[in-house]
């Protein structure tokens, strides 16, 4: 057992000294192609306007992420088993996409809907709806793309609709709609 101990000692031994040499280990050669991919400027994301007219893609950063996306005029809704507070459902239907930076949610939260004199409405879930097709937070990578209703209680006379996409965390809102 001493034979054996001994070898054993010496091995950890020389193995502990080249771990703790203080000498800089050689830095690994970067991966062939690498150098050319860092050199290469990065493509810029599509330059969309803020402000859009409904059915158009506008354009939002938020977060050091880049965003277009397309919202509907709201129209009529009424699906749903309780009537609305305020007078009537209204619904928008919206389409984002990531067009560049790390990523980042859209989400229902995030809309409001103003009327000609200002008012605004935050996004509402009329109870007995179906939820399927509702936005909730879609969660983007690069590339991808998220769509879903986005649901408003309005006066019933209610006319001059503006939708603002003001995520949490946002001062103002960062694209519009009219």
């Known amino acids: 057992m001493q034979k ?19 000498e800089a280990p050689d830095a690994a050669a970067p991966a062939e192609g690498t150098l050319e ?4 400027p990065q493509q810029p994301a599509e330059q969309l306007p803020s402000e859009a007219a409904f059915g158009e893609k506008a354009g939002a950063t938020n977060d050091g992420s880049q965003f277009a996306i397309t919202a509907s005029a709201p129209k009529d809704f009424t699906e749903f ?14 389409q984002s996409e990531l067009l560049g930076g790390d990523g980042g949610a859209v ?27 509702m936005l909730f937070a879609t969660l983007l990578s690069k590339g991808d793309t998220g769509s879903g209703k986005v649901v408003f209680d309005v006066p019933a006379d209610a006319t001059g609709f ?3 996409y003001q995520p949490i965390g946002a001062t103002e809102a960062i694209a519009t709609w009219r």
Do not use: H, Q, R
Not at 5 to 22: D, K, T, Y
């Open 4 to 22: 054996l101990i001994a070898p054993l000692s010496a091995l950890l031994l020389m193995g502990l000294v080249g771990c703790g040499s203080g």
């Open 81 to 94: 088993s309780e009537a609305p507070v305020e007078g009537k459902y209204v619904v928008v239907d919206v």
């Open 107 to 133: 989400a229902a939260t995030s809309f409001m809907l103003a009327d000609a004199s200002g008012t605004e409405y935050p996004n509402a879930a009329p109870n007995g709806t179906d939820m399927a097709g």
């Open 162 to 164: 503006v939708l603002k």
């Open 37 to 40: 991919a860092a050199a290469e």
